[in-house]
């Protein structure tokens, strides 16, 4: 004689559902731990790739500022004075080397951080506050009686080709030229009177500002004095 199945109440039902229930949480705990030291894992090797990329982004910005420094380093520099002339908006004022008679009009608005001696003859050095940017005044005795031409013929460290601009006279040279996003200009004129003299200054600027420094740069150079011619 068969048994009658005795019906399912709705309390055993719901103990049933329950232990199901916590079986399953207990699961995906179980599982969720499983997992921990995978995400933990996963987790330490994006913190290394994070401190790979970081080191090496230290070394690229190294890298950038060496070449800076290079190309600053290759510029020419013991007492030479500014003083103080109204200029409009960039404050402009006029550097003197006493010694030399030399003068010249210059921003000080823009070089606004001195930065010492000139590296050869007599002259000062300023930087951009920012450190893109920078100006080297000096003059020096013309020992050997070199002309503009001699004088680049003996000094340029780079083939006349390389150069992106040159203007060579009988009293002075003005040149340029680009080299990884950075412009160098020199100019220096040319005395001839007893003892003879050369007075100089160069520039470093951002590539990328040119259009800005095109009239900062015509006044400049057509400022240094003494010009013979």
């Not at 951080?113 to 590296?119: H, L, T, V, Y």
């Amino acid at each position: 004689m068969m048994k009658r199945r005795r019906p399912v109440t709705d309390l055993e039902q719901s103990g049933t559902t329950f232990r199901a229930a916590s079986m399953r949480r207990r699961r995906t705990y179980l599982r969720s731990q499983d997992g921990g030291p995978r995400e933990a894992r996963k987790g330490s090797r994006e913190m290394k790739a994070l401190v790979k990329f970081g080191v090496a982004s230290v070394l690229v910005t190294s890298a950038l500022v060496s070449n800076l420094v290079l190309l600053l380093s290759i510029l020419p520099s013991a007492d030479a004075q500014v003083r103080g002339r109204p200029g409009q908006g960039l404050g402009w004022q006029t550097f003197e080397v006493p010694e030399f008679g030399t003068t010249v009009d210059y921003p000080a608005g823009i070089f606004s951080e001195p930065d010492g001696k000139a590296d050869k003859g007599t002259g000062q050095r300023f930087n951009r506050a920012d450190g893109r940017a920078a100006m080297t005044i000096y003059a020096r005795e013309n020992e050997d009686g070199e002309t503009p031409a001699s004088y680049l013929q003996k000094n340029l460290r780079t083939p006349r080709s390389a150069l992106d601009y040159a203007r060579v006279t009988p009293s002075f040279f003005a040149i340029s030229s680009e080299r990884q996003g950075v412009v160098l200009y020199s100019r220096c004129n040319f005395t001839s009177e007893a003892g003879g003299a050369i007075h100089c200054f160069d520039l470093v600027y951002p590539q990328a500002e040119s259009r800005a420094w095109d009239a900062i740069v015509t006044r400049i150079s057509r400022s240094l004095r003494p010009l013979e011619g």
